[in-house]
């Protein structure tokens, strides 16, 4: 039992070393089954970037501002509106 375990720390070390510098590595699972898939139907080519979808037309920003002004001025109209209710 003496010296065996540095040795074999070596030769362990050594076969990672060799199987590290191997030229050719066995490509993973998902590889292996997409190369298959492909082999007969290759894929098509997709753009990096969709094209834009069909959106509606936008708002001006000036509407959006009478919008959101008119939602606030709603709400300052009911909470006073609240108020003088609780008064009474």
Known sequence: M???????????????????????KEPSARARVLAARWKDDPPGPVPFRAGPDPVAPRRSSWMS???????????????????TRAWR
């Open 65 to 83: 501002t009478v919008v959101v002004l008119g939602c606030v001025a709603a709400v300052i109209v009911l909470l006073g509106y609240a108020r």
């Open 2 to 24: 003496t010296g065996t375990s540095g040795q074999d720390d070596w030769e362990r070390d050594f076969d990672r070393r060799w199987a590290n510098a191997a030229e050719h």
